[in-house]
């Protein structure tokens, strides 16, 4: 296992010193369609060096965290309205969870009448007009989005799961998505390699479409940067949000105090920092009479990324149907897993648009920790190796030179949904986060849903579901 690459993502909790060194790595790779500054940018697109003593800017908007989500809120902002937007982030885009993701916007996991399952299908369908028009523009969505139509898969290997999964696809195809049982035999036709027998069939969405979480990155904060000249963008990186400010009365968020800057925000503050929402609220209003806990934690998870694999072929997105509900496939701990840390792990496969065979996932709950765990990193070829029996000519050791583990930290909210929407009792305060292992998927119905609510323009989908109020105490 010792030559396994680790693309650890630096977030706040990290090692200075190991954060930068790792962040630099990401970013050569991350950003090669549009290189970042190196330096914080001010308002008018002047450079404030690291070192700039700290300065004040007027914003409309400012948005704390540079994932999917607080990106994509930025650019939709940007692209809607006349505001003027800042993005803040104590790393870089790509740092926390989002560089971890697999990319898969797949609907066959998802269940039909749930809140969660709008949210879901309204960015899908956003996601795909996006793909669309780049492609009626004359660019190609796979080279900047990493865009596959991939078609997806959930597979059963019992009986029981044989059976939920012909009621899952009555119940995908009333929900209005093309949906298909397929038995063992045309399971077999699909994915020549998966290991089948009499009890083997799955659910197929053959519209199903994934993305690349870097790639598609890259182009939103391109995207964005077409705003700086007019200035009407501005990032602030490497620079963590440490308080809010609130000039007047006790009841209104008028922007955010960072280490090094000072950053008003005329209509709004948006807080879209993942799993450390909870932390960051405490932090931010631990000097204040407002009694808010908003109880987002982390969730651990890795996923393996094999370059130039070409061992293995697979044709569509595939995932276990133990996938569905993950605290069912907990195994249980091994004396290297700490008893109360849940891990499970379920089968996730497909190949990204560099050809990289990813291969998922884990989830535990860990704290803050983002180390390797190479017993995660064994289970998790272990259970790849029970669908694709091929598998087993490699082992991890033989790999090393090949596997990149990304790590990242999911935001986890107990009830399963994100929180999205104002801050009650608190003046032009959003709070955006909380989209667990999905937030790829949801990002555009979430920018969406916050820039109807911040125009006061009417909502595509009920918000209520997602709301503050009563979810956060
Ligand atoms: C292994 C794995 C596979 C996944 N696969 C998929 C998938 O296939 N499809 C899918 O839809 N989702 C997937 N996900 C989930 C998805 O990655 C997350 O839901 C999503 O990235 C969350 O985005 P975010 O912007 O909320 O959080 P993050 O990406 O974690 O961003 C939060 C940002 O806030 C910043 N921040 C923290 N504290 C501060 C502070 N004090 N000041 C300023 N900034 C701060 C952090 O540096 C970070 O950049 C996967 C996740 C993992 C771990």
């Known amino acids: 296992m010792a030559g396994v690459s680790v693309q650890f993502n630096p ?140 078609g997806s898969l959930l597979i059963g290997k019992t009986e029981a799961q044989l059976n939920q999964l012909k009621s899952r696809v009555q119940q995908l195809s009333m929900a209005g998505i093309r949906a298909e049982y397929l038995s063992n035999n045309d399971l077999a036709i699909r994915e020549p390699e998966l290991a089948i027998n009499q009890q083997s069939g799955a659910a197929f969405l053959p519209d199903d479409c994934q993305l690349d979480a870097h790639r598609t990155m890259a182009f939103i904060e391109k995207d964005n940067r077409l705003f700086l000249s007019q200035g009407r963008y501005a990032e602030f990186y490497h620079d963590p949000a440490v308080c809010f400010i609130r000039s007047n009365g006790k009841g209104k968020i008028d922007g ?66 133990g996938y569905v509900d993950h605290q069912k496939s907990v195994i249980s701990a091994s004396d290297k897993v700490d008893s109360n840390e849940a891990l499970s792990i379920s089968m996730t496969v497909t190949r990204d648009a560099s050809g990289n065979l990813l291969i998922g996932s884990s989830r535990q709950f860990a704290g803050f920790n983002t180390e390797l765990d190479t017993f995660i990193v064994d289970r998790i070829w272990e259970r790849a190796q029970d669908f694709f029996p091929s598998l087993k000519e490699f082992s991890v050791k033989n790999l090393s030179e090949q596997m990149n583990v990304r790590i990242g930290l999911r935001p986890y909210m107990p009830d399963g949904k994100p929180v999205i929407g104002p801050v009650p009792g608190i003046t032009n305060l959003f709070i955006a986060s909380g989209h667990e292992g999905g937030g790829l998927s949801m990002a555009l119905g979430t920018a969406e849903m916050v820039t109807d609510m911040i125009l006061d323009n009417p909502l595509q989908l009920d918000c209520k579901p997602f709301a503050v109020e009563g979810r956060c105490c």
């Not at 060096?49 to 704390?64: E, I, L, P, R």
């Not at 003027?84 to 740092?95: H, K, T």
């Not at 934690?297 to 072929?313: H, I, S, V």
Request: charged share 20%; hydrophobic share 40%.
């Open 256 to 321: 955010i105090k960072t280490q090094k800057n000072t950053l008003y925000g005329r209509k709004a503050t948006i807080i879209a920092a993942g799993c450390w929402t909870g932390s960051l609220m405490d932090k931010l209003l631990q000097n204040s009479d407002i009694v808010l806990h908003v109880p987002i934690q982390p969730r651990k998870g890795f996923l393996l990324a094999l370059e130039n694999f070409n061992n293995l072929r697979v044709t569509h997105g595939l995932m276990e149907a």
């Open 11 to 150: 977030n706040p909790s990290l090692n200075f010193k190991l954060q930068f060194r790792s962040s630099f790595n990401q970013r050569k790779q991350l950003f090669s369609i549009s290189p970042p500054t190196r330096k914080i940018r001010g308002r008018n697109g002047g450079n404030l060096g690291m070192g700039a003593v700290c300065a004040t800017h007027n914003f409309d908007v400012v948005v704390v965290g540079a994932g999917i989500i607080g990106l994509i809120i930025a650019r939709d902002l940007l692209l809607r309205s006349n505001l003027s937007v800042a993005v803040v982030d104590a790393a870089v885009p790509c740092s926390g969870a989002t560089g971890a993701g697999q990319g898969y916007l797949w609907m066959v996991h998802k269940t039909p009448g749930t809140e969660v399952w709008d949210l879901a299908m309204r960015s899908r369908k956003l996601w795909q007009l996006l793909a669309d028009n780049l492609q009626d523009q004359g660019s190609d969505p796979l080279e900047a989005l990493g865009w596959k139509k991939t």
